[in-house]
């Protein structure tokens, strides 16, 4: 298993809490615009942790 660097861990942190944060907002909140905000940044930090890991892979 390769050892990633400590921003990468950091992203997926980032991925993580923006995931329960977007959970939370759909069922005790009926505010759509911040979870489509909260999800949006979630999707984009998995989509560079997915970009940066295939980087460093190869």
Do not use: D, H
Not at 1 to 27: D, E, F, Q
Not at 31 to 51: K, S
Request: charge should be positive.
């Amino acid at each position: 298993m390769a050892v990633m660097p400590t921003p990468w861990y950091m992203l997926l942190a980032v991925v993580s809490i923006c995931g329960v944060a977007a959970w939370y907002i759909r069922n005790f909140t009926k505010n759509v615009q911040l979870l489509r905000f909260v999800a949006g940044i979630g999707c984009a930090t998995m989509a560079t942790l997915l970009y940066w890991t295939w980087q460093l892979e190869v």
